[in-house]
């Protein structure tokens, strides 16, 4: 029914995987930066060259967020 989200790091090995068994709609990106051991700053490139729709690559970075808080939106 929507109100599920769940934070993804771009370096994880299933993402395709996930987003084609389970949809797009509810991946947020995230990042652990400035602490060691993060993918920073190569995140939203790893996103990027992920085998996925740019559809789904614009919701996981973004669109998600939006409407997870939407007081961000402008």
Known sequence: SGPLYCSIESDEEHIAYAVEALGDHFFLFATDYPHSGTCWPDGVPNIKA???????KT???GENALRFCPRFKQ
């Open 59 to 61: 919701n996981i970075l």
């Open 50 to 56: 992920q085998k996925i729709s740019q559809q789904a």
